[in-house]
């Protein structure tokens, strides 16, 4: 049976230019970049030019730029390291209730330590409202960290006015940028941008890969002591194999693919919402991500639409990946205002650039029955 991969925003393919890119580290090059004999420089000169791709792609200098294991460890060592950093002089940061699970549970546990957290509300298709934002602000906040786009709806924020907020308030902004990277324009001066988190398996680039930006002269305290590595932030043999492929895969990545997926996603919606009582979760148009479909299909639950979907080779994602093992219900939809039952509705459908207009279709012909079948059945009613 065909496969339609339909949950790109958990993880997506390695294309193959990564593929080919990274292969000579693990072969013939398998320096470790530390080493300053021919190896070792190759190695070096490999990561660095990984580095200046990165960086140009977000307005950065390549010094900025440190790689890490990816997005979970990005988003633990800002939040941490920095709290480090301030405490006790200031404790007090300001993130948002639709956060990514990793930097949630990080301020969660930082509050143990002494940190004080305001989780921002969101509206009902998931934006911040920049007056609550300003208004939380105190003489002891440190850090402001709001995402890019989320992760389950495709909400985008407004960062040029979320950072335009913070330079007038003297506190540091940082977002998580791992859905939006290359799908969403970020430049970290016209965004008042202090820290970025990135990572490389959302955009076809391999898993455990990924960086964060840090303005120079910002003061983080590292959290993996050791060899020095990454001007001293993040001591380890770099993963040089992995950082080639993110490289690649920033390098690759095009204005042409976001406008394909954007087409793709507004049939998709468009053809779902055909479907009687259904509702998209977010926002339409330009403000959701070019990736990103969700809807709630009341009185059925996700989990069985999503188990007929996969007997016809469709995957999709009921809730967000990261989170679906602790079978818990999204604190996504919950913040935008959805019943426990309205969210057990739900289903994430997300595309990437391999995604076929072919696929689209067949996709929008095959639920509608599955639906209306289910429906039939269904037990919510
Ligand atoms: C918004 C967001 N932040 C962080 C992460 C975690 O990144 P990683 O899987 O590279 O640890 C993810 C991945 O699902 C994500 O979607």
């Known amino acids: 049976m065909r496969k339609i991969y339909f949950d790109n925003a958990a993880s997506t393919r390695v294309d193959e230019r990564v593929i080919r890119a990274m292969e000579p580290y693990f072969g013939s090059k398998y320096g470790n970049a530390s080493s300053i004999h021919g190896f070792g420089r190759e190695a070096k000169e490999a990561i660095e030019n990984a580095r200046k791709i990165i960086a140009k ?49 990080a301020c969660k546990w930082l509050e143990s330590l002494g940190a004080r957290v305001t989780y921002l509300d969101v509206d009902k298709e998931g934006f911040i409202d ?11 906040t440190f850090l402001v960290s709001i995402m890019q786009a989320n992760n389950e709806v495709g909400t985008i924020q407004n960062l040029k006015a979320i950072g335009e907020i913070c330079k007038k308030r003297g506190v540091l902004f940082h977002t998580d940028a791992c859905q939006s990277f290359t799908k969403v324009p970020l430049d970290v001066n016209k965004m008042n941008l202090d820290l970025v988190t990135l990572n490389s398996h959302k955009i076809h680039g391999p898993k455990g890969v990924g ?27 770099e993963n040089v194999s992995g950082i080639v492929g993110f490289g690649k895969a920033v390098e690759i990545s095009s204005r042409k693919d976001v406008e394909k997926m954007e087409k793709l996603r507004d049939i998709l919606i468009e053809g ?71 969210i057990n509705s739900s289903i994430r459908i997300s595309i990437s650039r391999y995604t076929s207009e072919e696929e689209v279709r067949y996709f929008l012909k095959v639920l509608p029955k599955i639906v209306k079948k289910l429906r039939r059945f269904s037990a919510l009613r």
């Open 57 to 105: 792609r977000i307005g950065a200098r390549a010094r900025e730029i440190i790689f890490t294991s990816g997005g979970t460890e990005g988003n633990n060592f800002v939040l941490k390291g920095l709290f480090f950093s301030n405490y006790p002089r200031k404790n007090h940061i300001i993130t948002s209730k639709i956060e990514h699970d990793c930097i949630l549970n």
């Open 130 to 140: 920049l007056e609550q934002l300003e208004k939380a602000i105190n003489e002891r």
């Open 211 to 237: 960086a964060v930006y840090i303005r120079e002269g910002i003061k983080i305290t590292p959290l993996l002591h050791g060899g020095g590595h990454e001007k001293g932030l993040r001591s380890g043999t």
């Open 272 to 342: 779902i919402l055909k479907i009687p009582n259904v509702k998209l979760n977010g926002p339409k148009g330009e403000k959701r991500l070019c990736n990103n479909v969700n809807v709630c299909f009341n009185d059925i639950e996700g989990e069985s639409i999503g188990g007929y979907l996969e007997s016809k080779g469709i995957f999709v994602s009921t809730g967000s990946a990261c989170a679906s093992h602790t079978l818990a219900s999204s604190h996504v939809l919950r913040a935008m205002g959805l019943s426990p039952q309205q």
